[in-house]
């Protein structure tokens, strides 16, 4: 038998981690989401992988699109994570950005960023993992990342 939902969810607010921005564009569309579900997969080949909810309307523009960035969060950003957590219509409103690989829209100040293509996609439970290979990075070493844990943006101590 699973675990109680509410207890699942309590449990899992205290594992602390860090705060990314997942974008794409498919040429006609533009999206983007904060994402907790983020993770190394392997160093050869360099994977990554994303978890996205299944009703999200970002996964048809990856798919399309064939790739998405990931943006680290640096500790200053907790707003732009919380207007990519919203339901705003365009979250990337007033917000200036570069075009990465495959059309993603690389969004400034973030702690580092990785450009990846699709590699493949697997359907697990309400969401859908995104495995991607990096094709490019980039970290900028003089910002601290934002954390996450309890529900609360956190920062780490110098």
Known sequence: MPVQADIFRR???RFASGVTVVTMSDGAQTAGLTVS???SLSLNPPYILVCIHHESSALDVVRRSGGFAVHILAEDQSALSARFASHDADK???LQCETGLHGAPILSGALAHLECSLVQEVSAGDHSILIGQAEHGEVDEDKAPLIYYTGHYR???P
């Open 155 to 157: 920062q780490l101590l």
């Open 37 to 39: 579900a983020f993770c």
């Open 11 to 13: 449990v899992l607010a």
């Open 92 to 94: 990337f409103a007033g």
